[in-house]
């Protein structure tokens, strides 16, 4: 790979000089802290002029003010959050990530902010490079366009499908998907929350998905995995049989992120892509969520499935949105394209965290990611078994990606409970409708103390919005 060294030996010891320097002025913030009493009131004024701003208030009153230390992140009203969401899967190696910090140094040392796609720097060849070899590994996906979000990657992705299967427009998607937020990744999102008052297009069919949480609970109950599939075959094959050459791509989560962390195994997927590959129906696999999460790079190669693959999508932790494809995929030119690639903090950020993830032994059996979904997974049995018995079930996910079905799953016990947290000093979100869920998005960086931390708050937060119901 070129690599043009374009700062001096001067500018890279300031910037590594800055860094240490950043981490050092954070290094105090080991530990939750409340708020600031002093700052309570410009605090809440701050958050009342961005809500009038926004046209609506913020989730959670969060407005970090750019300190940080790992997995604990400082607001603006001095308080200190433990932060198990992590903008909802971004910030994957934590707070102030030196690795990121100094991509980001240096990226602001670039000739530009924004990179389009007539006019490339290095930090997108880098990535791109680095994001094929990653991907070709496992599977047939040859190609990647970089793109500054998950739904453009997603726009990205449907309309290459489309134009291989011209005039074919219907997406076949699975029950609780979650695509983004255009207007068409809307349709494909099975939440009718998210598009109230949107006209439905009529372009998308679904099938059933699995009703399980986890793959130990796939794994012990074999025969509903087999009937679920099954299930889901039947009506892939009506679709498929009911719109005669109209059907562009299926597409699907191989863990449902916003669908409640939903999963199946291998088996329930072979039937099913084996059938698309029969009826020339291009495989889409949705990793906007998981790239990064689950122990592999790609979920898809967890579950030995990259075969299949004739598209997919990623976007979150990697810090840009992509699509990859097959050499056969490869759409024609002037598709797809658009003014913004991504921002060179963005793309070095990328390239940083694919080479953290490799270094520092993170995926693999053995690797922090497996460690981390280990403790954490274990820690919440006992909960569930111990203190918070009756108070938190159907504990499952992959990897980083770890939800539990808390009290008795209506929304608001667990909107109670998501505030109560957040009070207490730990960020985390929901995910599901039926019912709904808690997630944790984890950073790559905790330890077992910072599980400890974690599993404390959660245990007192349980029992105080259950007494409170
Ligand atoms: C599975 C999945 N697809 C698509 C998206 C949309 O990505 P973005 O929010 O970057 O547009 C998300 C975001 O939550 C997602 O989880």
């Known amino acids: 790979m070129l690599n043009v ?7 890279n010891q300031l910037i590594k000089d800055l860094v240490d320097l950043k981490l050092k002025e954070n290094s105090n913030i080991q530990t939750i802290q409340p708020a600031d009493k ?41 308080s200190v959050k433990l932060d198990l969401i992590n903008a909802i899967g971004v910030y994957l190696l934590g707070h102030n990530s030196k690795e990121l910090l100094k991509a980001g140094v240096e990226a602001g040392l670039e000739d530009v902010v924004m990179q389009g796609n007539l006019q490339i720097s290095q930090s997108y060849y880098k990535l791109a490079n680095k994001l094929k ?39 076949i998607a699975l029950t609780a998907a979650f695509a983004g937020r255009t207007t068409f990744m809307a349709e494909i999102t099975d939440n009718s929350a998210y598009k109230q008052g949107l006209p439905a297009y009529g372009e998308v069919l679904r099938i059933p998905f699995v009703s399980s949480y986890s793959i130990l609970q796939c794994k012990n109950n074999p025969k509903l995995l087999k009937q679920e599939s099954e299930r889901a075959l039947s009506e892939l094959k009506k679709h498929i049989n009911d719109n005669p050459n109209d059907i562009a791509a299926f597409m699907f989560e191989l863990v449902q992120g916003e669908g409640g962390f939903k999963i199946a195994t291998r088996d329930f997927w072979i039937p099913i892509l084996e059938f698309c590959k029969e009826n020339k129906i291009p495989v ?177 937060s349980l029992i105080e919005v259950n007494n409170n119901f």
């Not at 060294?5 to 500018?11: A, T």
Request: charged letters at 25%; one cysteine or more; aromatic letters at 8%.
């Open 284 to 460: 889409w696999v949705d990793e906007i969520q998981t790239f990064l999460r689950t122990g592999e790079f790609f979920a898809f190669e967890k579950l030995n499935l990259g075969k299949y693959i004739d598209i997919c999508t990623i976007a979150k932790s990697v810090q840009v949105g992509a699509t990859f494809y097959t050499k056969e995929m490869n759409p024609k030119p002037g598709l797809i394209a658009g003014t913004f690639a991504s921002s060179s903090a963005a793309l070095s950020a990328g390239y940083a965290t694919l080479n953290y993830l490799e270094k520092e032994k993170c995926l693999g059996d053995s690797g922090k990611i497996e460690f981390i979904n280990k403790e954490i997974t274990k820690e919440l049995e006992l909960l569930s078994k111990g203190s918070c018995k009756g108070l938190i079930s159907e504990i499952g996910g992959m990897g980083l990606m770890i939800a539990m079905t808390p009290l008795d799953g209506s929304k608001e016990k667990v909107l109670a409970l998501l505030k109560t947290l957040y009070k207490n000093g730990l960020i985390a979100f929901s995910c599901g409708h039926g019912p709904y869920r808690l997630r944790f998005l984890c950073p790559v960086i905790l330890t077992k103390q910072h599980i400890k931390l974690a599993i404390s708050i959660l245990e007192k």
């Open 133 to 171: 070899n990653i991907a070709s590994k496992n599977s047939r996906l040859e190609h990647v366009w970089i793109s500054p979000s998950g739904a453009m990657a997603n726009e990205n992705a449907l309309k290459i499908c489309r134009q291989k299967k011209s005039p074919a427009k219907k997406i």
């Open 5 to 11: 060294k374009n700062l001096s030996e001067k500018s």
């Open 38 to 78: 002093t700052k309570e009131s410009s605090y809440s004024q701050a958050l009342k002029e961005l809500g009038s701003n926004r046209g609506r208030p913020l989730f959670y009153p969060y407005l970090s003010c750019g300190r940080a230390n790992g997995p604990f992140v400082e607001l603006m009203d001095g």
